[in-house]
């Protein structure tokens, strides 16, 4: 895994191996941050990592520029590799040891970008609750948007609030507007 842009970029980092992750890949993250990048004024952003894993995406905000970031992942050796990561490239990144979907239960704090990207096993109904809950509790700020990563196995456009969607490979990338 590597940072593609910003202050740290083309930094490798090596994850422990016994973490339970699929980091996005390379090819797509970076094509990702491209579409981004024509929208959006990085440093102020307000960012939502959900199934964090790795803090794969939220390195590549925080890389350019962006101050404000919470990764949440409910499994704990997550949390620590992106603690110590953070911590040794003075990121400040936030982390939460949470199961996301207790988090959008009780989260009521908008975010300009919010990123999921859960297990491509999920449940479809686990799947569809994602935007539902982003929603029901409107945890994105205006013009803020909501990206799902997801196999094309996977189904998303008959969703409310779907925008569109990129695929990359086996990757799929869903973005939800208001």
Sequence with gaps: MRIISGKHKGRNLIAPKKLPVRPTKDMAKEALFNILNNYYYFPDLKVLDLFAGTGNIS??????????????????????????????????????????????????????????????????????????????????LENGLLIIEHSKQTVLDHLPHFDSSRKYGNSVFSFFKK
């Design 59 to 140: 390195y590549e905000f925080a890389s350019r520029g962006v101050e404000d970031i919470l990764s949440v992942d409910s499994d704990m050796g997550c949390i620590t590799y992106i603690n110590k990561t953070s911590n040794e490239l003075e990121m400040g990144i936030k982390t939460l040891k949470s199961e996301v979907f207790a988090f959008l239960e009780r989260n009521k704090e908008p975010f300009d970008i919010i990123f999921a990207d859960p297990f491509y096993s999920m449940e479809i109904e686990d799947f569809e609750n994602i935007p539902k809950k982003v929603f029901e509790n409107n945890m994105l």
